[in-house]
């Protein structure tokens, strides 16, 4: 979930004036002068999936708008990367019955209660024109829509990377790394981590199935059914596992001993949940003994805090600001929980949006700012070039970085 920055702050460098003449520059189809497209005040795009939540989420929807890329020469490469993928699946087939079209793309938007952004997700659409009722729809993993999931990725695989494990070898699949996702929303990240970590066990936990429903059906999310599974890395289905639980029963009884936890979880009032935070709590201990005890990481998304200067009751910007950042009370108190519990935590702030990514760690000595950004830094061209990222890294913890004391 992400606060976009609103009001007055965002008339000096809004979403609406960024120039399309950056555009021809850009390789990052996630890059955030593409997020007018999806995130239009005026629009509320064309609502595909729509269904009532009883776990707390309310009216869950996916609403879909058009994507201006990628390019007609692209489309082209990946109609016959489809047609390969179909006829190896069936040889027996025919080269006309194997051939492609690629129908478009679009951005899918998640929300709760027809408000809340919760995820965006880029989709490809493509059927057989021999055969016009074998729609796909793929989810495209290597596009990061908005900046508070590569500040998650960027700055988590990057903390993981200054401790002992072994990134390298994970991502040439030499290595397993066991990931937990708490949180499915699109399944963004999961499936981001699994297409690119050949050694990722990735394991996601989602309270609300009508969540993971959405994102199957309307967000290319991938079911691994036989009909579609061929546009899928044949390995992709044993890297993810997708458990309907409520976390806290789901950490009691696992035995997995995870390198990075990535936390992302809201409900449908836009709150993060006290008891994923809560110092005095159980849930915060047992997921502490189910963190590596040298290299463990643990990676949350958080609203920034909205510390706001004293002003009278009627003040506007006041009233703003409490609004947008309903979290920035407990913001504190939730990075001081981590660090209590993992040892040594730090936070970053997240460009052009109203959120923070805390990071916790553990075998790690964090104690001033410098270090760490020093340490960090150190890493990001690793990074990048093991995932083959289209964005850059250090963009997401150069500014704004603080040690939790």
Sequence with gaps: ????????????????????????????????????????????????????????????????????????????????????????VHPDLNDKDCQFKVLGYQWRVLKFNDDTRQSTVKVMAACRPSDPGSLILMQ????????????????GLTALATSSFDLLHAVLGKKSMNILCIGHGGGTIPLFLASKIKGANVHVV?????????????????????TQQFVWDETLKNRISIHVSDVYDYIKKDSNIYDI????????????????????????????????????????????DSDVPARGDGDDNSLFFQSVLPLGKYVRKVCSAYKGHFGEAF????????????????????NRRDIVSCQLASKTNLVESLL??????????????MVVK
């Design 140 to 155: 495209q993993s290597h596009c990061l829509a908005v900046p508070y999931v590569k500040s998650m990725v960027s700055v």
């Design 1 to 88: 979930m992400w606060r976009c920055v609103s009001g007055s702050a965002r008339k000096g460098w809004g979403i609406r004036r960024l120039s399309s003449a950056l555009r021809r520059h850009v390789v990052d189809e996630g890059d955030w002068s593409f997020s007018s497209e999806w995130w239009d005040p005026a629009s509320d795009g064309h609502t595909i999936f729509r269904k009532l939540s009883s776990h707390g989420n309310g009216i869950v929807s996916v609403a879909a708008y058009p994507a201006s890329t990628p390019s007609v020469d692209q489309c082209l490469m990946t109609e016959k990367w489809l047609q390969h993928r179909y006829a190896g």
């Design 206 to 226: 989602e309270i609300d199935p009508v969540v993971v429903e959405a994102s199957v059906e309307a967000m290319g999310f991938p079911s691994f059914e036989k």
């Design 261 to 304: 936890v990535f936390v992302d979880a809201y409900d449908g009032d836009d709150i993060f949940p006290c008891k994923l935070w809560d110092i005095n709590g159980d849930f915060l201990p047992h997921l502490a003994n189910r963190v590596h005890p040298v290299h463990g990481t643990v990676v949350v998304n958080l609203h920034s």
């Design 388 to 401: 083959n990222l289209k964005f850059s890294c250090i963009d997401y913890f150069k500014n704004g970085l």
């Design 347 to 366: 936070t970053v702030a997240v460009p052009w949006l109203c959120n923070i990514t805390l990071v916790a760690c553990k075998g790690k000595i964090f």
